[in-house]
């Protein structure tokens, strides 16, 4: 087991690159460790000593002591940095080959290359960050929306350790009364009474789940979704993914047929990744690469998230329609009747049984309307956006074993069984409610959580 605390200290200093790989304007080489800066003075011609939280000019020197390039240091100093270790931060111009001898040359003065997501691992390890925050440098890192950037800052800035805290504090008191109950019985302190208990581990229960109801948000924010476009030839299928893409981005003509591949394309709905696929028209074909179109077409079907189903408001009710329908039943899907600015028929025989929504592709009425439903459809309830939420498989495990845990200490007291009993429960909710945090976890978990990190964070 690992206990995070700031008692924490490595001997060896490691160092990497921590901007990404390739050309740009500023690289950057960053050591951390206790040899940190005695490292990486003598690689550079300093025009005032480092000192900490300040900025210094410095010429980068290569082996023989000539000058490779100009750069700003930053120094600082342990505790007051991101791995609550000296971190000496070296800024110069991006290129590959001179960052590359500045690493070679750290490694040589005798630091270590740093695995992937080593400092970080650091400043969890010093106590600097509990876990979950850990794991919000990393989403961090990987969001491609503006809203998934705003859930990971919350968390970093500790949204979940703050939700988590007075819930740990409730279930410590509740602990501490029992025990004290059972260790001095003999001095007259009344011990708990089973209700007592029971309303005490409901109270408990309560936020942990509305925070582990949070999670079918936060996956959806973290992760993304994807939703396959399905539906007969020449429907509309490629002019909405366009309308919904915001780009002319699938080939659309008046001939079925026209789409035999999968097209994908990533866009953003309200802050949340949307991978759309665009399929081939459901149909019997004697065309052998369209049948292999409409193939992959029903394999999207039955892999995405959510299926948008589309029919033609100009066109009769077709059996393939009602066969799709049958297929989708108890998976997330909408039906959208497309083609609404031309004439159609008054009745369809999915309207009255099936809820849908109307839209023209090619004057985009009803555009609005199906984003704000395909949305409806993916998050069901939105958290308030100042509430904290579960964005990961291993916080909402976390969650759940306590919420497991409490509920069999409910159980226990309202059966009237010994405290002794009880107590075993709730000190299994309590070891849940510290791995959440990373105040106990496992090496392995660390390590699985670590190693998605990219070098240099």
Known sequence: MSDSNSSFHSEDTIAAISTPSGRGGIGIVRLSGPAARTIA???????????????????????TGEVLDEAVVTYFQSPHSYTSEDIVEISAHGSPVLL??????????????????????????????????????????????LHQARIAAQQLGGSLSRQITPIKQQLISLIAALEAGIDFAEDDIDLLAQDQISSQITAIEAPLTALEHSFDYGRIVRDGFTMAIVGRPN????????????????????????????????????????????????????????????AKSREAMSEADVVLLVLDATALPHEEDAAAVATLTGRPFLIVINKQDLEHPESNILKPTLQTIETSALTGSGISELRRAILSLVTKEIPNVETAVLTNHRQQRSVSDALAALNRARQAATAIIPHEM????????????????????????????????????
């Open 100 to 145: 590359h001898h500045l690493l070679r040359q750290c490694l040589a003065a005798g630091a270590r290359l740093a695995e992937p997501g080593e400092f970080t691992q650091r400043a969890f390890l010093s106590g600097r960050l509990d876990l979950t925050q850990a794991e919000a440098v990393h989403d961090l890192i990987e969001s491609t929306t």
């Open 235 to 294: 429907v509309g299928k490629s002019s909405l993914f366009n309308r919904l893409v915001e780009r002319d981005r699938a080939i659309v003509t008046s001939t079925p047929g026209t789409t035999r591949d999968l097209v994908t394309e990533r866009v953003s709905l309200e802050g949340i990744p949307l991978e759309l696929i665009d399929t081939a028209g459901l149909r019997v074909s004697a065309d052998e690469a369209e049948s292999i179109g409409i």
């Open 41 to 63: 003075e003598p690689l550079l011609k300093l025009r005032h000593p480092l000192a900490p939280a300040q900025a210094r000019f410095a010429e980068i020197l290569d082996s």
């Open 422 to 457: 009880i107590l075993l429960d709730l000190y299994e909710g309590l070891h849940a409610l510290d791995a959440f945090t990373g105040s106990t976890t496992t090496d392995d978990i660390l390590n699985l959580i670590f190693s998605k990190f990219c070098i240099g964070k």
